[in-house]
Structure formats: C-alpha cells, structure tokens
C-alpha cells in the first residue's frame, strides 16, 4: 500500500521560509511521479508543483519564482521549499503520487500571518 507521510508545517509571517517533507513507501518512488497539493479553508484542492522521474518540474502560476519542488530518492522522500509565503500561502499541503492519486496522507499546515 502506498503511504504518504508530510511534514514541516508551521506558523511564519509574510515573507518567511518553510520546507516541506513528504516521506513515501510501498512503492518504487523513483519511478513515480510526485505532486504537491493544497487546500485552503472554503477552496478546492489545488496543484502546487510536480516532480517526475527525471526530476523535472512545473509549477502553478501562484507558486513560480516562490516555490522550488526536489527528490531525494535515496530517501523515498520529496521535498517543497517554499519562500517569501504570503497570506494566501495559507492551507493544508499534501503530497500525492501521481500513478496512485488515491492514496493521501494527513496533510500538513501551514499558517503565514500577514
């Protein structure tokens, strides 16, 4: 079974930094696609940035020149760096592998305070 575990959430103003981790097991991760996700309190889920295999990138509009998306596949793990966070940054953060989009870990939150 696919299990998807985030962390590095927190509470930061305007302007501040955080690091998201996702730890993933159960499948073969580096051959897998990873994605980043939110959701905001009233909003949809919404796509953040990917990662494929060759660790190549995309990023929603939202989150270019701000966010960096990398794999570390030594460790199952991917990671979401994200800077200069603004209010509307506020959400849950999932991460979500792209073969098995079931499959959703606990999320973590991230507050920025303006």
């Known amino acids: 079974q696919v299990q998807l575990v985030e962390s590095g959430g927190g509470l930061v103003q305007a302007g501040g930094s955080l690091r998201l981790s996702c730890a993933v097991s159960?499948?073969?991760?580096?051959?897998?696609?990873m994605r980043w996700y939110r959701q905001a309190p009233g909003k949809q889920r919404e796509l953040v940035a990917s990662i494929d295999s060759v660790a190549r990138t995309s990023y929603a509009d939202s989150a270019k020149g701000r966010f960096t998306v990398s794999r570390e596949n030594a460790k199952n793990t991917v990671y979401l760096q994200m800077s200069n966070l603004k209010p509307e940054d506020t959400a849950v953060y999932y991460c979500?592998?792209?073969?098995?989009?079931?499959?959703w870990g606990q999320g973590t939150q991230v507050t920025v305070s303006s």
């Open positions: 979500n592998v792209a073969n098995f989009p079931r499959y």
């Open positions: 159960g499948i073969n991760f580096n051959l897998n696609n």
